[in-house]
């Protein structure tokens, strides 16, 4: 939009254990994320659900924040489509002993938040397609699909 860049990141990382290893796969998606300013959108197979430390990590949401630049944190796409979005109670990627969750997930900077005087664009709808995950004989992966519709400025 305007000429306005953004960077989109995907990652995919490991299961959380054994710890070490996703210890160093978040020490080195975090210095990369370090080094990027401007928009930002990561994307992927984070392989732990929303709230749990690594993810939280990611988002920035347990730095302590730096007063002298803006805020870096990043938000799930889902908290941020449009209020008048149907918000359906299948948000879900995985099925794990039975219960559904999300461990891929679509973080967003602030530049997709509507009301950010940094906005470059807003999320319009977020929509997960997992129906195949109820049917294990005919799934050709574990994983359902997250897709989020970005309108830009």
Do not use: C
């Not at 210095?31 to 929303?50: K, M, T, W």
């Not at 944190?73 to 299948?90: C, E, F, I, S, Y």
């Not at 948000?91 to 997930?105: M, Q």
């Amino acid at each position: 939009p305007g000429g306005k860049a953004f960077t989109l990141l995907t990652t995919h990382m490991d299961w959380p254990f054994p710890v070490d290893r996703q210890r160093e796969q978040l020490a080195g998606l975090s210095s990369v994320l370090a080094g990027i300013e401007g928009p930002l959108i990561v994307a992927g197979d984070f392989n732990d659900h929303a709230k749990a430390m690594t993810t939280e990590m990611i988002t920035g949401r347990i730095y302590r924040r730096q007063l002298n630049r803006r805020d870096h944190t990043l938000w799930h796409a889902g908290a941020l489509q449009r209020p008048n979005v149907l918000k359906r109670d299948v948000g879900y990627t995985k099925i794990h002993l039975g219960e559904p969750d999300s461990i891929d997930h679509i973080l967003l900077s602030e530049e997709f938040l509507r009301d950010s005087k940094h906005a470059i664009g807003e999320v319009m709808r977020v929509d997960w397609f997992n129906d195949h995950l109820n049917n294990p004989a005919t799934t050709q992966t574990d994983h359902g699909a997250i897709r989020a519709t970005l309108r830009l400025h």
